[in-house]
Every structure is written in structure tokens, then in C-alpha cells.
């Protein structure tokens, strides 16, 4: 599935059925490019390879082109859509400049849209360079990175990052790298996978950096 609605009980449905459960009100839709991920998080459902493969997000028919997501995309009923989001079972900016294809694609068409990037943060550390934060000026509205812990060891033991412990000072450093360009930067935790003692330890991280914390729920299937 390449666009998707979520929906409560940790559901993914396809527009056409969002809409047929919910007829009434403005909902996010998710832009689903890859199942490609850098990291290998101890609490992914990705983890899990059958229920992975299972999922409705997973990619079975390979990635698609960006000619593909704009023809979804067109075909959208956008009095029903608050935010577009870039999120699915793999982490978009391993497809980085189809992700800014299409951010620039719902820009043009849909210029008051917002747009949100979820995502791992590790970026820099994938292509090897620092110039990727100002190539999201003027089409992305919110980036959400996941902090997951309040130090290094702590963040590759849950996250079994592909480039090791330096990923957790990496992915800070992007997200401030973020903030000229980008309005919102937004850094998340998850509930019950850390104490509420870690979580605290997360918020002054944010806090003494100029970041925003949010604590987001565990999707337990």
C-alpha cells in the first residue's frame, strides 16, 4: 500500500475504505516509499518477519517510482486531508530524492498543505554529507525524528543502528541542522519502552537544545 489512512487499533486502510469508515472530517494521509531501513529496532514490528510481510505496508511489488506516488496522490479526495505524512515500514529518506520529488509534488499542487517527515534522522550518516537539512526549505513543514533514549549505548541498544553508537549524536546534530529550514523539529520517544525516568532524561535533552519531545504510543500489532 503507497498512501494509506491509519485508523484506531493501529489500522492501515487505503483511502477508499478510510473514507467508507469514517465518511465525515479531515484525516493525514501517509505516503508509504520503501521498505528499505538503516536501522533494525528492537521494538519494530519490521523485527518480526512474517508479520512484517503480512503487514498491508509492506511493499510486495517492489518500490514505486515517483510517477507512481504522484498518480495516488492524484487521485486523493483532498477536502478529506489535514496533513501529508512521509512514513511507512521503512524509512523514507533512504529514497532521498524521491522524497523530495514528491514534497516539492504536493507543494505545487496543494500549495497550503502541510507536510510532515517522519523519520530516523540518520540520513547524513547515510549519504556521508551535512547539505540535506536546506534541501527541505519551502516543502517541509514538521520533521519528527526518533530519539528513542537519552544516550548513545542506550540508542543503538534499541535501535541497532547500521553506523553504530555515533547514531545518537548524529541524528541530534540533524535535527538541528533542521531547524533553519524547517518549522517544526520535532524529536520522539515511545511510551513503555523506556521509564519514565528515561523519558524525563529525553525532554532536558530536547529542552537544552531547542527541541520539542513527544511521546508517542507503543503499537503493540
Sequence with gaps: MIVYATHAGGRYLPLSESLKEQPEGKRNLYVNLTNQCNCACTFCLRQKKKMAESSSLWLRDGEPSVEQVKKELDAVPWEYIREVVFCGFGEPTMRLPELLALLRYVKETHPGMPTRLNTNGLAELQYGREDIAPQFEGILDTVSISLNASNAERYYELTRARFGVKSWEAMLIFAQHCQ??????????????????????????????????????????
Design 180 to 221: 533553519p529550514y524547517v518549522p517544526h523539529v520535532v524529536l520522539t520517544v515511545v511510551d513503555h519502552v523506556e521509564s519514565e525516568e528515561e523519558i524525563a532524561k529525553c525532554r532536558a535533552i530536547c529542552e537544552a537544545r531547542g527541541l520539542t519531545l513527544r511521546v508517542r504510543p507503543y503499537e503493540a500489532n
